[in-house]
C-alpha cells in the first residue's frame, strides 16, 4: 500500500514515526510449506481418529444411550469432508467480462497498488490509478505513466483530502467509455501503519493513522458507491490480518484495520439489494516483498517515541524494556513473505471472479492458524499461547 499525500503535510520526524503499509484468502495453490502441514495435521488427525477417539465418542454414546455405530459412522463422515476440503482443488466459479471494465485502485505509488495497477492493466481493465506523489513526480506515478496506455490512467490523490477524493470522481467520470454503465470496482489500497506501546504513541499518531486507514477508505467508498452500484460492481478493502486480531505495539494500525472490516460488513449488507459485492483482502507479513519496514526507519521511529514520552513513562517502563521491543521490531525488517503475487491474485479474484469470496487471507501458514486461534478459540488461551 501506498503512503497518503495527507503524510507529505506532516513533518519529517512525524513521518518517520508512520511507514508505509505493505499489508498482511485462500491462495490460488498451497504452498509446499503449508502442504507439509496440512499432511502432518492429516496424519496426526487420522491416528488420532482411528485409535483413540472412536473409544472416547463410544463410551460418550454408550452412557447417553446412543447406538455405538452411529458415532463411527459420523467420524468417517467428518474425516471424509476434511480429506475432500483438503485434496479438492478449487471450485470454478466463473469469470466476468473484463472487456469494458474499469477499476479505481488508491496508494499506487508502490507496493500493493502499483503492482496491482499492472496487474489488473494486464489482465485488460481500464486503470485508474490513485497516486500519492504524481504532482511531485514520484517514481511509482511516472512508471505507471511512462506505459504510454490509454488503459492507464493516473491521477493525484490524498485520501486524506475531500477536495481530491471529488476531482478524482469527477476525473473518473470525465475518463470513463460509458458513465452511465459505472465504475466495476474500487480497491481500497492506501494505508500506513507504525510501531509503538500505547502509552508511547501520541494522539496525533493514532489520528495520522485512522485518517489514512479508516477514513480514506470510506471517503473514497462514498465518492464512488453511485458509480460502483450503476455497474452493480465491487468494493475491495484491504485489510489485514491485524483487522482480526490485536498485537502488541501495533495497537494504531490494529485499530484502523478493525474499523475497515466492520466498515465493510455494514457496507456488505447494505449494498446487497443493489448486486454491489463488498470485499475483504487480509494480506499477512509482506515486509521482506515491499521494503516498508528497514532499519533506518525502526531507529528514526524508536528515537521520536522515546523523546516524546512523559517522563513518568519513561522512568516506569525503563530504557531497557522500550530497546527491547525496538530489537523485536527490528527484527521483523527482513521477515515475511518475498513475493506479492499471492495478494495480487486475491484481489483481482476478488474484482474478476463472478462469485468472489467474502474474505481472502493471502498470509504464510503460521500466521493463518494463529488467526484462527485467536479468532475462534477463548481469548485466555490465545493470550496463553502467543503473549
Not at 376 to 382: E, Y
Request: with cysteine.
Amino acid at each position: 500500500m501506498a503512503l497518503s499525500p495527507c503524510w507529505a503535510k506532516t513533518a519529517p520526524a512525524e513521518r518517520a514515526a508512520v511507514s508505509v503499509c505493505g499489508g498482511e484468502s485462500r491462495m490460488v495453490s498451497p504452498t509446499f510449506k503449508r502442504s507439509i502441514v496440512l499432511v502432518a495435521f492429516s496424519v496426526s488427525l487420522t491416528l488420532i481418529l482411528g485409535f483413540g477417539l472412536p473409544a472416547i465418542l463410544n463410551s460418550l454414546a454408550r452412557y447417553s444411550g446412543f447406538p455405538e455405530a452411529s458415532v463411527a459412522e459420523c467420524i468417517v463422515v467428518v474425516y471424509l469432508l476434511f480429506v475432500l476440503y483438503v485434496a479438492m482443488p478449487p471450485i470454478p466459479r466463473g469469470s466476468v467480462k473484463i472487456e469494458g471494465k474499469a477499476v479505481f485502485i488508491t496508494g499506487c505509488d508502490s507496493g500493493f497498488g502499483f503492482s496491482l495497477a499492472k496487474h489488473l492493466h494486464k489482465l485488460g481493465f481500464t486503470v485508474f490509478a490513485g497516486c500519492l506523489l504524481k504532482d511531485k513526480g514520484g517514481d511509482g506515478a511516472s512508471e505507471l505513466e511512462n506505459m504510454c496506455s490509454e488503459q492507464m490512467k493516473v491521477l493525484q490523490l490524498d485520501v486524506c483530502s475531500e477536495e481530491q477524493v471529488a476531482q478524482a470522481v469527477a476525473f473518473v467520470k470525465a475518463n470513463l467509455e460509458d458513465p452511465e454503465k459505472g465504475l466495476w470496482a474500487v480497491v481500497n489500497n492506501a494505508g500506513v501503519s507504525t510501531f509503538g506501546e500505547v502509552e508511547f504513541t501520541s494522539m496525533e499518531t493514532y489520528e495520522q493513522v485512522m485518517d489514512v486507514n479508516l477514513w480514506g477508505t470510506v471517503r473514497v467508498t462514498k465518492a464512488f458507491l453511485p458509480l460502483i452500484r450503476r455497474a452493480k460492481g465491487r468494493v475491495v478493502n484491504i485489510a489485514s490480518m491485524y483487522g482480526r486480531m490485536g498485537n502488541a505495539l501495533r495497537s494504531p494500525y490494529c485499530v484502523s484495520k478493525y474499523g475497515v472490516e466492520a466498515f465493510s460488513d455494514c457496507l456488505r449488507y447494505e449494498m446487497k439489494r443493489w448486486g454491489v459485492k463488498v470485499i475483504v483482502v487480509e494480506p499477512g507479513n509482506f515486509i521482506a516483498a515491499t521494503g516498508i519496514l528497514n532499519r533506518d526507519i525502526v531507529a528514526a521511529t524508536a528515537d521520536k517515541l522515546w523523546k516524546e514520552a512523559p517522563a513518568e513513562v519513561q522512568e516506569d517502563y525503563g530504557k531497557a524494556h522500550f530497546e527491547q521491543h525496538v530489537a523485536v521490531v527490528r527484527s521483523y525488517c527482513s521477515s515475511g513473505q518475498r513475493d506479492v503475487a499471492p495478494v495480487l491474485a486475491d484481489i483481482a479474484d476478488a474484482v474478476v471472479s463472478r462469485h468472489p469470496y467474502t474474505r481472502y487471507n493471502p498470509v504464510e501458514v503460521h500466521w493463518w492458524i494463529r488467526m484462527q486461534i485467536m479468532t475462534h478459540l477463548p481469548a485466555a488461551i490465545a493470550d496463553r499461547l502467543y503473549f
